[in-house]
């Protein structure tokens, strides 16, 4: 089984191209071996909104690592092992968008498996929320805590393997030079 690098990001405002948290659940061999949490300084406006369901706000960020900063610490991990997120596309997004803003070059495209994706097909009939799947399984969530919800969709991603799913189906190619 390969490694998954699991991660979640919790954003500051609407334009989702900033995160103010990042989560990250690394799995190996069908165990998770290692879990990262941050709050991250977006460097921008937070809106009502996302302070109410992240309940992050610009002095909750005071004094923890921009971007920048961040992503020295964050690549030997990112770029180690396959990518995976729940509603991946909108992860790896902000992920572009911090990456862009901020003139890091990274690499031009990653390979990940998107949950969400998976459950819609190895669990028919069914809301494929991250909530959900984690009340169908009763996987403990603290939802939209960046570090909770990147444990549970590692845990999700386990579970979906046990029942015999095959990762390979499930793999696609997110480009970062868009």
């Not at 603290?142 to 799913?165: N, T, V």
């Amino acid at each position: 089984m390969p490694r998954f690098t699991v991660f979640d990001v919790e954003t500051p405002n609407r334009y989702n191209d900033r995160m103010s948290a990042i989560g990250i659940t690394v799995v190996e061999d069908g165990v998770i071996t290692d879990e990262y949490y941050t709050l991250v300084n977006p460097e921008t406006r937070f809106d009502p909104f996302n302070i109410q369901l992240t309940g992050i706000n610009e002095r909750a960020v005071r004094g923890f690592p921009a971007f920048p900063e961040l992503w020295r610490q964050i690549e030997p991990v990112m770029s180690e092992g396959m990518i995976v997120a729940h509603n991946a596309v909108f992860d790896l997004g902000v992920l572009r968008h911090c990456l862009s803003d901020y003139g890091i070059v990274w690499r031009p495209y990653t390979r990940y498996v998107c949950t969400a994706k998976m459950g819609r097909r190895l669990l028919p009939g069914m809301s494929h929320r991250l909530n959900d799947l984690c009340c169908y399984y009763g996987i403990e969530l603290d939802h939209h805590k960046a570090s909770s919800d990147s444990r549970a969709c590692a845990e999700i991603l386990l579970r979906y393997i046990e029942d015999g799913a095959d990762i390979r189906e499930f793999i696609r190619t997110y480009s970062f030079s868009r």
